[in-house]
């Protein structure tokens, strides 16, 4: 994924900068095997140079880079990035699909920054009222999000609809959070969603890539880089990747409001076991006419 986050974030770094990362894209295992001086050399440019595209992404300096760098390529499963073909078996499927799902996951452990999901928590936790937007396939995330989370005890609803989130985010207020779901973060109607939301006070956090223009919108971003145009399939890695961010936050939460809130959501569960199992004896000896 570190690969991919440079991918989408090649615009917005310098000329020199984008040398750097142009390098590392051709050659990721020579950024690793190398040195600094190597890297600049390679790129025709300075080692501060280097150490500032570093930063761009997110990180202190060169080692650290070069450490998420290592990771996400020994991590990584090289059939991942194989497409699905027309005259593929079965068992090509079950390998490719499952391949690229697993390097999905992988990625998004060995990436996804600790701090942006607890500032994403922290502001979860203080929410009067929490609304889930996306659009598309990240209509469906925001559906899913809303079912988990109502159970947190705090009002949430998910809208996929531009015109319904659109009208909503114009009647927050400051103290509500809205979770806005993008895989390419450049949505018009819903960065104008987004824009009514800060405007009438409340906060917004991201799931979307970095550099995108949702990103820069958000009060807090939670950073989902991948990449895109490989193939018809790959949005299906990319909302698997949003799915797991949803269960992580939706945790999260629920470990923040404390025991006695855990408690309410089991007897919540108990509840509905027993009207499950009511049901099950009811369709087993239904009543007689």
Known sequence: MLL???????????KSEKKVAITVLKNPDLAVSGNITALAKNAQVSEPTVVRFCRALGYDGWHEFKLKLAQGLALALPPGDEAPLPDDLAADLVNKICSRSINTLLDLRNNLKPA?????????ARANKIEFYGQGSSGIVASDAQHKFFRSGVPTVAYADPHIHSISASLLHKGDVVVAISQRGNS???LRSVQLARKAGADVVALTPSGTPLAELATVLVPIDLSFNIDPYTPISARLAHLVVIDILAVGLALKRGPEFRKKMQNAQKALQKYDLQLDSYFRHPPKA
């Open 116 to 124: 942006a999901i607890e500032q994403a928590l922290d502001l979860l």
């Open 188 to 190: 018009a109607a819903l």
């Open 4 to 14: 991919d986050s440079i991918r989408t974030q090649l615009d917005t770094l310098s």
